[in-house]
C-alpha cells in the first residue's frame, strides 16, 4: 500500500515559478514509477512528467519539456514537480501518482495509487 500527499499549489501570475511536492510512504516495490498529472475543468487528465524511483529517469509530456521538471529525494521519499514560466493553460489540480514495475509512464489508467491532487491556478 502506498500513500501519497501532494502540496505546495497555489495561485501565481503567469511567468512564475511553482514546485509542488509529493511525499510518499508505503512499500518501495509500489512506487517504482512516480508520475504527475493534471487534469483541468472539462479535459482529460494529461502526462505531466515521471520519474523511476531507483535511477530517476525522467519522462516528460510533449508540453511540459523545457519548463516542468521532475526530480525525487529519496532521503525524504518525497518527488518535485518544478514548473517555470506558467502559463494561465497550466491551470489544473495537480496529482501525483504510484505504480510498480508494468506501469506505462505515460498512461494514467497503469498507476496503482493516486494522491488527492493540489491546485495550481496562474492568472494572466
Known amino acids: 500500500q502506498v500513500r501519497l500527499v501532494e502540496s505546495g499549489g497555489g495561485l501565481v501570475q503567469a511567468g512564475d515559478s511553482l514546485r509542488v511536492s509529493c511525499e510518499a510512504s508505503g512499500d518501495t516495490f509500489s512506487r517504482y514509477i512516480m508520475g504527475w498529472f493534471r487534469q483541468a475543468p472539462g479535459k482529460e487528465r494529461e502526462f505531466v512528467a515521471a520519474i523511476r524511483w531507483s535511477d530517476g529517469s525522467e519522462y516528460y509530456g510533449d508540453f511540459a519539456g523545457g519548463r516542468f521538471t521532475i526530480s525525487r529525494d529519496k532521503a525524504k521519499n518525497t518527488v518535485y514537480l518544478q514548473m517555470n514560466s506558467l502559463k494561465p493553460e497550466d491551470t489544473a489540480v495537480y496529482y501525483c501518482?504510484?505504480?510498480?514495475?508494468?506501469?506505462?509512464?505515460?498512461?494514467?489508467?497503469?498507476?496503482?495509487?493516486w494522491g488527492q491532487g493540489t491546485q495550481v491556478t496562474v492568472s494572466s
Open positions: 501518482a504510484a505504480g510498480g514495475v508494468r506501469t506505462r509512464t505515460g498512461l494514467s489508467s497503469t498507476y496503482d495509487y
